[in-house]
């Protein structure tokens, strides 16, 4: 499981830049660049939610990362292989406003 650090911080799974949701997916079957990625898993915090309210309770640095970026040098058979992640998009909105910060194209 990679390491993972998350700079959406209007995720409702979101601790401290750390995940509480215990898995991501991350989309982007035809990416090329990092831009072309995102996590399909982020869902916005609303007024009033609490930041590890729909998750496991606190956040974690290592998680499963389920991977649709098929050219990704670190997708094995849709899981992601790297060591370490970075989900970036501290103002996001919408699941397109993230990407994975570390797809790199095969």
Known sequence: MPALRCSAM???YNDGELCSKGDIKVGGS???TADETCCESFKERN??????SM???????NIGVDC???DCISNDKCKCVA?????EGCEACHREDTRCGSFRCK
């Open 55 to 61: 998750g496991t309770g606190c956040g974690c640095t």
């Open 10 to 12: 209007t995720c409702v």
């Open 30 to 32: 035809n990416a090329m």
């Open 47 to 52: 007024e009033g939610s609490m930041s590890n």
């Open 83 to 87: 060591g370490a992640i970075n989900i």
């Open 68 to 70: 649709d970026a098929h």
